[in-house]
């Protein structure tokens, strides 16, 4: 597993080692979701953990580097024991429980499995219980009826998918790994997009603005097609235009790097909180409820 991570991070690909990491990656998932169906949890598989049996004749073809699965709130305590059945343990490391995004998912990990992120929300918003209506509300019937045989396993349609990684691509300060935005084209590609539902699902969940930038950033054809049903202000754009530069996986903030580490650190908060938002409102209510979900960590 490490000696997979100091070949990623170099840059050089080692296709032995990533399509061995594929099928052990594809066993744990099929382990987990048979432990969830058997516990009677409901789950959906996130990003590459679903996308990858969608939208690649290979699976192996799609980069994985952990699992991302969610649950209703109501059953994260049960899926948490679900996975300790397994023989797997939480991650409780401080730098890990103490991070923002600990209030959406934790860690999970075991010998010989990938990591797994155990979500209880798609991200800090104060929408929750809405968006959980939106994802576990079956299996949507475009999908092959051959993609994960177990009764517990919901996969929203196609827009909801879309919103999903506009809202990870937000929560990432609008930069993700090059093959999540490989996924969103292949998504506009393969389905015919309802782009009057996903814009309003999109301005349901306030994140027009970043789900139009996932779009825009793919570069795909049918992709850019679909971004037109979202029409941010002319200024966001413009100002977007003179804020980012355009880089594989998203946009990067001009002269970033060699901005003072303190200012860089200062602007991705700004976007986080702001800029990507379409909602100031919505922004301080998520922004609230991780600040009290840190604060009982840290008191507990």
């Keep these: 597993m490490k000696d997979k991570d100091k070949k990623m991070a170099s840059g050089v690909r080692d296709e032995r080692l990533e399509f061995a990491y594929a099928i052990m990656t594809e066993k744990a998932l099929d382990e987990i979701l048979n432990a969830f169906e058997t516990e009677n949890i409901p789950v959906s598989p996130l990003k590459g953990a679903f996308l990858r049996h969608l939208l690649y004749e290979d699976p192996t073809g799609r980069l994985m580097t952990d699992l991302d699965i969610l649950v209703r709130k109501r059953d994260y305590q049960r899926a948490k024991s679900a996975l300790e059945k397994l023989g797997m343990l939480e991650d409780r490391s401080s730098d890990i429980i103490n991070h923002p ?177 379409d909602s100031l409102m919505e922004s301080a209510a998520a922004h609230m409820k991780m600040l009290l979900f840190m604060l009982k960590n840290r008191i507990g």
């Design 101 to 277: 995004r600990a209030y959406s998912h934790c860690h999970y990990y075991r010998n010989g499995f990938p990591l797994v992120e155990l979500h209880q929300a798609v991200a800090p918003l104060a929408y929750e219980t809405a968006f959980e209506e939106l994802i576990f509300s079956g299996r949507a019937g475009i999908y092959p009826a051959d993609i994960f045989p177990q009764k517990c396993v919901h996969l929203p349609p196609p827009e909801v998918q879309l919103l999903i990684l506009a809202l990870h691509f937000r929560e990432h300060y609008l930069s993700v790994e090059k093959h999540q935005i490989e996924d969103v084209g292949r998504l506009c590609r393969r389905f015919n997009i309802d782009k009057s539902k996903l814009a309003e699902i999109a301005a349901r969940f306030k994140c027009e603005f970043a789900l139009w930038l996932l779009l825009e950033s793919s570069g795909s054809e049918k992709a850019l097609e679909t971004a037109e049903a979202l029409k941010p202000p002319f200024i966001r754009k413009l100002v977007h235009m003179q804020l980012f530069d355009a880089v594989d996986g998203g946009f990067s903030l001009k002269h970033s790097k060699d901005a003072p580490r303190m200012l860089t650190l200062m602007a991705r908060g700004f976007i986080h909180g702001v800029y990507s938002r």
